[in-house]
């Protein structure tokens, strides 16, 4: 239904353009042209999230057609190609949507997860930090959460708690956060924080990975919180049977 939705508003913009003469008429083939772009573009973003990447290039292959420079299409064909693991072409399409637009950033913010996944972590935080320091970004806390998450990839902890921490300070519930500093207070041997932050995790209702349970599990072994530790542990073989961290879990009980 979606997808009828669209195609229909696209067929009316194509009607708007088609009826415009003059310079009056130059200027609307632009305006929906960019439209058009726009519109393709979110289509785009919608099965890149559904993993449908080869649909998702075409969209964004007609967004580009209706308007070359519409920088948000090539910040998205960078997601699907980094998805791809084409990592030269993801490179080139983050680099020119911010080529096109500096101040996007949510573009940034991708491209340094982006650098950050392949090794190139001092890069990354550059991105970050220069997401940040736009004062118009509605969700800075995205890029604090991945600086601190990029910090901690590359072992530095007390970089990560600090941007993990501002992160919270602005979204007090952002689970990712809450679940990357029980991961630091884990590190820390800080066993009483970390659980604090589970604590808050289960709270909020967040549904935790397989990765957060096997912690969630080394955290209350620690606290040697029996009751605990055996909740979690059903948690994680009836949710993820098959996990790698379901395996661990049942190696250390032997």
Not at 197 to 218: C, H, M, P, T, V
């Amino acid at each position: 239904m979606k997808r009828v939705v669209m195609i229909m508003l696209l067929s009316w913009i194509a009607g708007c353009a088609s009826s415009g003469g003059g310079a009056g008429g130059e200027q609307q083939n632009t305006v929906d042209t960019e439209a058009s772009a726009k519109i393709h573009t979110e289509l785009a973003a919608l099965y890149y999230g559904q993993q449908r990447y080869a649909i998702a290039l075409d969209e964004l292959k007609y967004a580009l057609r209706m308007n070359s420079k519409y920088a948000p299409a090539y910040g998205v064909r960078g997601l699907v190609h980094m998805a791809l693991l084409e990592d030269r072409k993801a490179d080139d399409d983050f680099s020119r949507s911010l080529d096109l637009d500096s101040k996007d950033s949510g573009t940034r913010n991708n491209y340094g997860w982006f650098l950050c996944q392949r090794g190139r972590e001092k890069e990354a935080m550059g991105q970050f930090m220069e997401a940040v320091k736009n004062p118009l970004y509605a969700t800075p806390e995205k890029a604090y959460l991945n600086a601190g998450l990029c910090s901690r990839k590359s072992g530095k902890i007390k970089d990560a708690e600090t941007y993990l921490q501002q992160a919270l300070y602005i979204q007090p519930k952002m689970s990712e956060a809450l679940m990357g500093m029980a991961d630091i207070s884990f590190t820390k041997a800080d066993y009483a924080g970390a659980k604090s932050y589970l604590l808050k995790l289960a709270r909020n209702g967040a549904e935790l990975s397989a990765a957060d349970l096997l912690l969630a599990i080394r955290v209350e072994k620690k606290l040697g919180d029996k009751n605990a530790e055996a909740s979690y542990k059903l948690q994680l073989r009836k949710r993820f049977p098959d996990s790698r961290e379901t395996q661990l879990m049942l190696s250390g009980d032997r």
